[in-house]
Structures are given as C-alpha cells and as structure tokens.
C-alpha cells in the first residue's frame, strides 16, 4: 500500500506561482508511474503532469511550458511547480501513482479514479484575475 498527500495549494492571482508537494509513504519502491491530475468544478478530472522512475516527463497542452514536474526520491515527495497561473488553473489537483511501468504520455490518459492505483485527497489551487 502507498499513502499520498499532497499540500501547497491556495489562492494566488493570475500571473503568480505555487508549488504543490505530494509526500508519498508505505511501499512507495513499489511505484513507477506518478501524475498530478485536476479537476475544475463541472468538469473531468484531466491529466496535468507526468512522471516515471526513468525520469521521462510530459504535461497537457495547456500547461505546457508554466508547469514543471519533479520528483525527489529520497524525500519520497513529487511536486508541481506552476508558474504564470491562469483563472482556468482553478481546481482541485490530485496526486496519483501506480506500479504499472508507463510512459508519461499513457500515464496523462489515465485520469479515471480506477485507472491508477493510488490517489491522495487533494490540494485546492484558486486562481483569481
């Protein structure tokens, strides 16, 4: 079993930048696949970023280029660095991980509550403009 939590969410204007922390416990050696996923009220959850343990990193069309996904394996923690936030920035982000080795680009796909096997709670990121 793997915990996750995430933290470093809040309200920031557009244009300003937060970085969101996902402190991962348990059998976290287990995990290959890691992803920030959100969801904005009405809508779908959609994929964000993207990480694997060979350090391949992707992130959706909208936010390429502003955020930035990382991982630091001896703190067991993934972040996600948002810069130039957007009003349409606005949700609730998720971390999500999973043993199953994936390319980042199939790991965006998956943002169905059982296509990974592990999610936290979430963090909520407000952006005002």
């Known amino acids: 079993q793997v915990q996750l939590v995430e933290s470093g969410g809040g309200s920031v204007q557009a244009g300003g930048s ?24 009405g809508k779908e959850r ?7 343990s060979d350090d391949y990193t992707n992130s ?26 957007k009003p349409e920035d606005t949700a609730m982000y998720y971390c999500a991980a999973d043993p199953r080795r994936s390319w980042p ?11 990974m096997e592990y999610w936290g709670k979430g963090t909520l990121v407000t952006i005002s403009s």
């Open 105 to 115: 680009t199939e790991i965006l796909r998956r943002h169905g509550v059982n296509d």
């Open 46 to 52: 959609e994929g964000v970023a993207a990480i694997n």
């Open 18 to 41: 937060l970085r969101l922390s996902c402190t991962a416990s348990g059998n976290v050696y287990s995990i290959y696949s890691w992803g920030w996923f959100r969801q904005a009220p």
């Open 60 to 85: 959706a069309d909208s936010v390429k280029g502003r955020f930035t996904i990382s991982k630091d394996n001896e703190k067991n923690t993934l972040y996600l660095q948002m810069n130039n936030l």
